[in-house]
């Protein structure tokens, strides 16, 4: 595990790294255009990268982005006793379609044996978080969210499942969303693009910050928004679920 500069979280653990985007195949990758894991996959990681060939099947192991697995890392969260909130795989999806289920039951067994951590899921592909139930009370599902359309067809997902924490990262926002007056998450994150910069509208920061208010539900409002177009105040707000 490594200390992470996240605000919200307190240490990254990449048992698998690499991604190949929301819908995309191991023939056809559809990487995010402002996927900052892609970025150093193919700078400073890639040697790391290209040094494991345990890819998931199908994938290309010459593309240092593909889904790897890193078994040696497994036993990183139990050998920390201190109680700590960890961002499981923020260098790829945990959840993408190619991953075998013998990983997943591998990384997923972790958590089992060390409850007195928080487990910090993110995905862009919810529907393969049914691949695991029960969720465990210290493990936090979350989706990431862009503009509207990922709202309207991920948020429905996760709020079907259950687990103690179900939360939003809107980050990067691209546009405006309305999350609506019907069930809503347990925690919202929100942040803007980096490398490029990308600033969300600040209106569209407030409309988010005054949903969360009126639904009561914290809020996390990251330190990227520290510049905002349109000249509307923002409140920083950095709160957490209890």
């Not at 994150?189 to 490029?196: A, D, E, L, N, V």
Request: glycine fraction near 4%; hydrophobic fraction near 35%; charged fraction near 20%.
């Amino acid at each position: 595990m490594n200390r992470t500069s996240i605000e919200w979280t307190d240490f990254t653990w990449n048992p698998v790294t690499g991604c190949l985007g929301p819908g995309g195949t191991p023939d056809n990758p559809k990487r995010c255009p402002y996927c900052y894991a892609h970025r150093l996959a193919n700078g400073r990681l890639k040697p790391l990268y290209l040094s494991n060939s345990n890819v998931a099947p199908g994938c290309d192991p010459d593309d240092p982005f593909s889904p790897r697995f890193w078994p040696k890392r497994l036993e990183e969260p139990q050998s920390r006793v201190k109680p700590a909130k960890i961002f499981v795989v923020n260098m790829g999806d945990l959840f993408a379609k190619c991953i075998p289920d013998e990983w997943l039951v591998r990384i997923l067994e972790i958590p089992f044996y060390a409850p007195q951590h928080t487990f910090q899921f993110l995905t862009k592909n919810p529907v393969l978080y049914e691949r695991q139930s029960p969720w465990l009370s210290h493990e936090w599902l979350g989706i990431t969210v862009t503009c509207q359309q990922d709202w309207n067809e991920r948020w429905p997902i996760l709020a079907e499942l259950e687990a103690r924490v179900k939360f939003v990262s809107f980050e990067p926002l691209l546009g405006p969303v309305e999350m609506g007056e019907s069930q809503l998450p347990d925690w919202i994150i929100i942040g803007s693009q980096t490398k490029p910069t990308l600033i969300p509208d600040s209106y569209w920061v407030n409309e988010l910050l005054w949903e969360a208010r009126q639904a009561r539900i914290p809020a996390f409002v990251k330190d990227n928004l520290s510049e905002a177009r349109a000249g509307y105040y923002i409140p920083r707000p950095q709160e957490f679920p209890k």
